[in-house]
């Protein structure tokens, strides 16, 4: 249960924080870096990166999010399976 409150926690995180990088974007403010953005996805957010990505329509033309994220969550859907089948 624990596992997936935190998941759930890092997800809504990260889905935030790609809505609020977007509209800094588009203010010309301070940006959230990608590599904490990417950090955030590979601790356990990426679903909620990739459903900001398309939410929001941020970092979508960029082609290490476009490909990277999505292989990200895979992983950890893999990693899950297997932890959950032990």
Known sequence: MNVAL???GMTVL??????IDKRRARR???RIAERTL???SIGGGSIGA????HYF??????RVF????PLISIMQLILGIT???R
């Not at 329509?57 to 960029?62: E, N, S, V």
């Not at 476009?66 to 994220?69: A, K, L, S, T, V």
């Open 38 to 40: 990417f950090l955030l």
């Open 6 to 8: 935190y998941l759930v």
């Open 14 to 19: 990260t889905f935030l924080l790609f809505g």
């Open 83 to 85: 932890y959950y089948e």
């Open 66 to 69: 476009r490909c990277g994220i």
């Open 28 to 30: 010309n403010e301070w």
């Open 57 to 62: 329509h941020h970092k979508t033309k960029k």
């Open 50 to 53: 990739l459903i900001g990505m």
